[in-house]
């Protein structure tokens, strides 16, 4: 976020590892509650949140400037959030509007102010230059199966991953994981398991396919009158810098049962992932579903098994990020990576654009028809 920042300051030299000029997400909107401040660590910055009197989010800098208190330990006025050491009071603009012990303000007692704005089940931030900042380019969630009414979506909580984003990009746009960290090891010496495919649609969008035959506890738990083989095929769909899409689409076989037939159902999980420092990443981790949509009974379960599999993923990764320095250069790769290698190439490019004052676009939500 700003320069002005302390943390940021020690590192400016270093170039920067996510583009800043696009809309991140900040918190779930369950999570701002009106008359109360919210504390969020984001692009290695400490911030509040909190809600104007018309509901709106704002977004602020965290610390004093005058001695560096959280203002999460501050109070919330209305919109006038008073800080808790020496009782400087700031409003949703982030001006100061009193120092209790002087008449006079000085231009530098006031806090950074980031373009914030609650759209689906989230609230977004834009870390980067506030000018830019346009609600048009926040990715479509509803396209994503959240707040769709032909889909059933689940808020599955937030998490803190010990681990660059990047790492998590890397796994979710390497599907061939799958196989070997969330199931029993050793399955690919019984069963020849699929060849990635990597495709690009459109500018922005990377997908990766996988198709895992047969069908496990899990997919028979989804669809019981479905039969033993069923085909589940894998998406993943980058869509922006902070938002990756898996898509579980399960199939009944065809009639010569060696590949996809006809469609049952679509599970779709997208991960909002945002940078809360060089080296650690919030997860907000959503669900939907098109079929069953009226099975409450069902939601339980789901979430039962994304967060079994999150839990695997967020300890390969943490036990990766510990030992790895601050430059993330792997020694090979091998064909299942060309997606990640491809969204890895994007976001440099992104970088770079930034670094070379160009203006960010539109992210590309179309996909799996919700
Ligand atoms: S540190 Fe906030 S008023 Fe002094
Ligand atoms: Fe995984």
Known sequence: MSERNDSQSSRRKDPPMYPRNHW??????????????????????????????SGEPVVQSGLCPHRRMPLALGTLFGE?????????????DGRCVRIPTQDTIPPTCRLDTYPAVERGPWIWVWPGDPAQADPALIPDTRSLGLGHPQWRAMDNGTYLIEARQQLYVDNLMDLSHVYALHFP??????????????????ERKVVTTATLLPADEFTRLLFPQAGPAVFSVFDAEYIAPGLINAVIAVHQPNPAMDGPGAALGTLVFPHALTPKSATATHLFMAEARNFRIDDADLDAPMRESNLRILTEDKAALE????????ELRYRMSVAADSGALRVRRHIDALIAAEQAGARPSNPDTSHTGA
């Open 185 to 202: 090891p050793g399955l690919s010496r019984n069963l020849q398991l699929p060849r990635i495919q990597y495709e690009e649609r459109g």
């Open 319 to 326: 036990a990766i990020e510990a030992h790895l320095g601050s």
């Open 24 to 53: 991140y997400v900040a918190a779930w909107s369950r999570e701002l509650v009106q008359d109360k401040i919210f504390a969020r660590r984001i692009f290695d910055q400490e911030l509040v949140l909190y809600r104007r009197r």
């Open 80 to 92: 006038e959030l008073e800080c808790r050491y020496h009782g400087i009071t700031f409003d949703a």
